[in-house]
C-alpha cells in the first residue's frame, strides 16, 4: 500500500446539481493499493488504516485527480501556433502538411514520446486522440500509452475526400485497418480505440457508412469527431450532404451518435441539437483555446449543460494553445466572459475531471479519488511560481485559490503524475 498526506480536492458530483460535490480535505490522507484508490479522506479520520505503511508527507501540495483531455490530436504537436488562418485554410496550409509526415514511422514514434510525456508534465493523465490518416501513428501512440499503463482513447483520422494525395485513404484500406487496429490494441492494458472520422468534409457518404456499422460491430469501441465548429466548414457540409437535415443528422444517420461518441467544439449548435446529443448520450469536447485561436467562436456552455449535454475540457492541439487542461480552464472562463456567463470554479474543475470521466464514459473508472477508482493522481505545487506563491497565499478562499490556479498555471505547477499508483513524471 502506498500512503500520501496532503491537500487533497476532487469532486464526488457535479457541482451545479449537487451541493456536495466539492470534497476537500486540507490535511488530508490518500491510500492506494494495486492501482486503485483504497480510502480518500481527512487524515485524522483515516490514519489508523495506515498501519505498517509508511506515510509520504506532502503537507503544503495539492493532490487531485489527473486531468481528462476529450479532444487533442497528436500529430499537430509540431504546428502548435501556426499563424494567420481559419479552420479550412489552417487545415490547408499548416495542419495537412504536417500530418503527411507521420507516414514515417521512426518520426511518428518520436513524437508519440515526446506527445505523451507533455501530456503527463501537464497533469493530462487521460486522453481521448486523434491520429493521423496512417495505422502507424495509431500503434505508436499506443506504444507509448502501453509502456506507462496510461489509460487513453486513440483512433486513425478516417478521410478519403478533400484533402492532398498521401493524405487519404478508402472506404476498403481504412476498414481493414481500424479492424486490425481495434483487434490489437483495444482493451489492452488501459487502452481503447476510437472510430474517427475526421469531419463530414473529409469523409464519403460510403466511408461514414463504413464507420457506423465498425463501431456497431464492436460495442465498447469509441466514436469522435468535430462538429459545428466554423462558419465556412458549415456551410460546406451542408452543400456535400443536401439530404441531412443539419450537421448533426450527417454524422446519426451514419449511426454515429450515440452514448461513446464525443464530437468536439459544437460552437455554432444550439438547443434542439444539445437536446438531441443529451437524449443519444453523446457528449461534447468544449475546447476554448481552439476555438479562440482559430476564431472558430464561442461555445455556449450554459446552454449545452442546461439540456443535459455531457461535456468535458479538449485542448484540441494543435489548434489548441497549451497541453494545460488547467490554463484551458482558465480560457474557458474567458469565453464565459465574452458571453455574460461566468464558469464557476468548482465546475471547471469537474469539467477536467468526473465531467470528462463522464464525457467518456468513464465514471466509474476514473475521475475522481473515490475508493475503487484507478489511482490517476497529480501532486500540485501552489508555489510553483512566485506570482502563484504569492497570489495563493494572499487568499484564504479555496473556491478562490481554484479559480487563481486555473487563470496562472501552467505545467509548472505538476510536481508528480501518477498513474494506476505508479509515479510518471517528476518536476
Ligand atoms: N476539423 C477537421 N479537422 C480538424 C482539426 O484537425 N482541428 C480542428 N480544430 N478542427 C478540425
Ligand atoms: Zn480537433
Redesign the pocket.
Known amino acids: 500500500m502506498q500512503a500520501y498526506r496532503a491537500s487533497i480536492l476532487h469532486l464526488l458530483e457535479d457541482p451545479t446539481k449537487s451541493a456536495a460535490a466539492v470534497a476537500f480535505h486540507a490535511d488530508g490522507l490518500l491510500l492506494v493499493e494495486d492501482g486503485h484508490v483504497v480510502a480518500c479522506g481527512d487524515y485524522a479520520g483515516l490514519s489508523e488504516l495506515v498501519g505498517e505503511t509508511p506515510v509520504e508527507d506532502l503537507s503544503g501540495k495539492l493532490i487531485t485527480p489527473g486531468f481528462i483531455d476529450t479532444h487533442i ?1 497528436f500529430p ?1 504537436v509540431d504546428i502548435i501556433a501556426a499563424h494567420g488562418a481559419q ?1 479550412l485554410d489552417w ?1 490547408e496550409q499548416h ?1 495537412f502538411p504536417a500530418e503527411a509526415a507521420f507516414a514515417d514511422p521512426g518520426h511518428a514514434a518520436e513524437a508519440a514520446r515526446f506527445f505523451v510525456d507533455e501530456l503527463l508534465r501537464n497533469g493530462t493523465t487521460t486522453a481521448l486522440v ?1 491520429g493521423s490518416v496512417h495505422k502507424g501513428s495509431v500503434e505508436a501512440l499506443f506504444r507509448e500509452a502501453l509502456a506507462r499503463d496510461m489509460r487513453l482513447i486513440a483512433g486513425k483520422a478516417l478521410m478519403d475526400r478533400n484533402a492532398p494525395e498521401g493524405l487519404t485513404d478508402t472506404v476498403e484500406t481504412s476498414r481493414a485497418d481500424m479492424e486490425s487496429l481495434i483487434a490489437d490494441w483495444h482493451g489492452k492494458g488501459r487502452l481503447g480505440y476510437a472510430v474517427t472520422p ?2 463530414a ?2 469523409c464519403s457518404d460510403d466511408q461514414l457508412t463504413m464507420a457506423g456499422e465498425v463501431l456497431a460491430a464492436h460495442p465498447g469501441v469509441w466514436m469522435q469527431t ?1 462538429l459545428a ?1 466554423n462558419p465556412r ?1 458549415i456551410a460546406e457540409t451542408a452543400a456535400l450532404f443536401p439530404d441531412a437535415a443539419d450537421y448533426l443528422d450527417v454524422y446519426d444517420r451514419h449511426g454515429l451518435v450515440g452514448p461513446r461518441s464525443v464530437f ?2 459544437c460552437v455554432h449548435l444550439r438547443g434542439e441539437a444539445f437536446g438531441r446529443l443529451a437524449a443519444a448520450g453523446s457528449a461534447i469536447a468544449f ?1 476554448p483555446t ?1 476555438n479562440l485561436f ?1 476564431g ?1 467562436g464561442l461555445f455556449p456552455l450554459d446552454e449545452a449543460c442546461a439540456h443535459g449535454v455531457k461535456v468535458g475540457i479538449g485542448t ?1 492541439v494543435g ?1 489548441g494553445t497549451t497541453f494545460s487542461i488547467l490554463h484551458t480552464l482558465g480560457e474557458a472562463y474567458k469565453v464565459g466572459q465574452l458571453r455574460g456567463t461566468a464558469l464557476d470554479p468548482f465546475h471547471a474543475l469537474y469539467l477536467a475531471t468526473l465531467g470528462g470521466a463522464r464525457a467518456l464514459d468513464l465514471g466509474d473508472k476514473i475521475g475522481n479519488l473515490a475508493p475503487g477508482k484507478e489511482a490517476d493522481f497529480l501532486v500540485l505545487d501552489l508555489a510553483a511560481t512566485p506570482l502563484l506563491a504569492r497570489r495563493l497565499s494572499g487568499d484564504r478562499s479555496l473556491e478562490n485559490r481554484l479559480f487563481a490556479l486555473t487563470v496562472l498555471a501552467d505545467d509548472r505547477v505538476v510536481e508528480r503524475t501518477y498513474l494506476a499508483g505508479v509515479l510518471r513524471h517528476t518536476r
Do not use: G, K, N
Open positions: 490530436h499537430q479552420l487545415l495542419t486523434f475526421r469531419f468534409i473529409s468535430h465548429e466548414e468536439a467544439h475546447c481552439s482559430l472558430s484540441d489548434a
